[in-house]
């Protein structure tokens, strides 16, 4: 049975830096697209970052780019997000996905889920 489960989030100041993991079980990671998005209150769920939604490097949201970094440890089965220079805009609750690829970063297209983790980014 596929299952994904965040961790790593937390209350963190402005600028500061956070990791998120995604320990993924049920399935070869390898041959799976893996990405995070977020939900803040009051705003749809939206795409942060996404590895091998298809070839080559891996996708980012505009408002992340340059700060955030998707890795993959499919040894482990494990996904990470490292977010750096965090802004209280980054606040909500982040989510892992799987899929099969390729895809784009939609959170429609994406069929299993893990249960979030919060982050707060305080200013």
């Known amino acids: 049975q596929l299952q994904l489960v965040e961790s790593g989030g937390g209350l963190v100041q402005s600028g500061g830096s956070l990791r998120l993991s995604c320990a993924v079980s049920?399935?070869?990671?390898?041959?799976?697209?893996i990405a995070w998005f977020r939900e803040a209150p009051g705003k749809e769920r939206e795409g942060v970052a996404c590895?091998?939604?298809?070839?080559?490097?891996?996708r980012y949201a505009d408002s992340v780019k340059g700060r955030f970094t998707i890795s993959r440890d499919n040894a482990n089965y494990t996904v990470y997000l490292q977010m750096n220079y965090l802004k209280p805009e980054d606040a909500a609750v982040y989510y892992c996905a799987a899929t099969d690829p390729p895809v784009v970063m939609l959170p429609e297209v994406f069929d299993s889920w893990g249960q979030g983790t919060q982050v707060t980014v305080s200013s």
């Open positions: 590895s091998g939604c298809s070839e080559g490097s891996p």
């Open positions: 049920g399935l070869n990671l390898d041959d799976y697209a």
